[in-house]
C-alpha cells in the first residue's frame, strides 16, 4: 500500500551542525518515502542556507528575516507544505531507522488520530521521559520537581508513566513538540500552532486542542528518535527560559482554562517558590563545596528567578500577551 505523501518541516535557530545531522538521518531512514523537507531559519542567520545549498541543495530553505518564534516559524514553513501528512520535527533530532514508517502506519490505522510522536532517547540512548506528558495544571506545576519525579515516576501529575510502560502505541494528553507527525489538514484547520507562544507551551496547546476537537494523540514507543537538545538541560538554569517557561504556562493555563486558573497557577508558583526557597538556600550557602551543594545553588537560583517573575519583579514575559477570545478551538470532530 503507498504511504501518503510526507513533507518535514524544521525550524533552525543557531544550530546548523545539529541540523546537518538531523537531515543525515532524515536521509539514510526516509529515502523510499521521498519526503519534502522545509527547513526555516529563524533569523539566526547562522550559515545554514548556505550549508543546505551545498550539501542538501533538495531542502526548500525559508529565510525569516525577524525571530517570530519556534511555533510561528512552524507556520511559515507549513505554508510551503504540498504533501498529506507534515512532521514537525528539531534540528537537535536524529531519526532512527523505522520510526517515521512506524508512525505512518499507525496514524494510517486509526481514523481518529490526529498526532503521532515518536518515543526520545537522550544523546546517550536512554529514555527522555518528557516525550509523553500531562496537561499542565496549577497543582502539577507548583509540585513538579526532579526529585518527586523520581520518587513517583508513575504519577498521573507528571502524565510521564506511559513513557516508561507502553509497548505498543497509546493513548496521551501531550507530547513533545521535538517530532510531532499529523495530517497536514488537520494542522491547517487548527491554525498551527498557537500565536500567544513565543517558545515553549506550543506542543501542549496543541495536544490540548486536539483533545478538545474529539482527536488522539498517540505515543509510538516502537519508533524511536534521538533528540539531543534536551539531555543537558536539567544541569543549567538560565533566567530567560526559567522566566519564560513560567510565562508561557499562564498563557497557556489562561487561554484555555480561563482567568482564575491562570491566577491559581501564579499563586501556587508563589508559594512553591517561597518554600522550596526556604529548604534550599541554606544548603546553598551552609554545605562544603560538593555535589549536593550544587544541586542546592541551581534550585535556588532558579527559585528566586520564579519568585521575582511571580511578585512583579521580573518582566521579561510581559510582552506576551494573551486575547481571551483565543480560547475556542477551530475544529470539531463528530462522532
Not at 526555516?40 to 551545498?54: H, I, K, P, Q, R
Not at 510521564?160 to 484547520?189: D, N
Not at 498517540?218 to 534536551?230: K, L, T, W
Not at 499562564?250 to 526556604?278: D, E
Request: glycine share 6%; with cysteine; proline share 5%.
Amino acid at each position: 500500500m503507498t504511504p501518503p505523501s510526507l513533507s518535514i518541516v524544521i525550524v533552525n535557530w543557531r544550530s546548523k551542525d545539529y541540523l546537518r545531522g538531523c537531515l543525515r538521518a532524515v536521509a539514510a531512514t526516509c529515502a523510499e518515502l521521498s519526503p519534502e523537507i522545509i527547513v526555516v531559519d529563524g533569523a539566526s542567520f547562522d550559515g545554514c542556507g548556505e550549508m543546505l545549498a551545498a550539501e542538501f541543495p533538495y531542502v526548500h530553505f525559508v529565510q525569516s528575516q525577524e525571530n517570530i518564534g519556534f511555533g510561528q516559524c512552524n507556520n511559515l514553513g507549513f505554508s510551503h507544505v504540498t504533501a498529506e501528512v507534515v512532521m514537525l520535527l528539531n534540528p537537535d533530532t536524529e531519526l532512527q531507522p523505522g520510526s517515521v514508517q512506524r508512525m505512518l502506519a499507525e496514524l494510517k490505522s486509526r481514523p481518529r488520530a490526529g498526532l503521532i510522536a515518536p518515543r526520545l532517547l537522550n544523546t546517550d540512548r536512554s529514555l527522555q521521559t518528557s516525550c509523553v506528558q500531562a496537561f499542565p495544571t496549577p497543582l502539577n506545576q507548583a509540585l513538579d520537581s526532579d526529585l518527586l519525579r523520581s520518587m513517583f515516576p508513575h504519577s498521573r501529575l507528571w502524565g510521564t508513566g506511559k513513557a516508561f510502560t507502553s509497548r505498543t502505541p497509546v493513548v496521551v494528553e501531550a507530547v513533545s513538540g521535538a517530532c510531532m507527525l499529523l495530517p497536514a489538514e488537520i494542522y491547517r484547520q487548527l491554525g498551527g500552532f498557537s500565536h500567544h507562544y513565543f517558545m515553549y507551551g506550543e506542543d501542549m496547546d496543541l495536544s490540548y486542542r486536539l483533545h478538545h476537537a474529539g482527536l488522539e494523540v498517540i505515543h509510538v514507543p516502537e519508533a524511536e528518535v534521538v533528540h539531543h537538545g534536551s539531555g543537558s538541560s536539567s544541569q543549567q538554569v538560565t533566567h530567560f527560559s526559567t522566566v519564560l517557561i513560567r510565562s508561557t504556562n499562564f498563557i497557556y493555563m489562561k487561554v484555555n482554562h480561563g482567568a482564575v486558573t491562570a491566577r491559581c497557577y501564579w499563586l501556587l508558583q508563589i508559594v512553591s517558590a517561597i518554600i522550596r526557597l526556604i529548604v534550599s538556600a541554606p544548603f546553598s550557602a551552609l554545605l562544603p563545596p560538593c555535589s549536593l551543594r550544587a544541586v542546592a545553588r541551581r534550585t535556588t537560583l532558579k527559585w528566586w528567578y520564579i519568585l521575582q517573575w511571580a511578585m512583579g519583579i521580573d518582566r521579561v514575559g510581559k510582552g506576551l500577551k494573551v486575547a481571551s477570545s483565543s480560547s475556542a478551538c477551530p475544529l470539531t470532530v463528530v462522532s
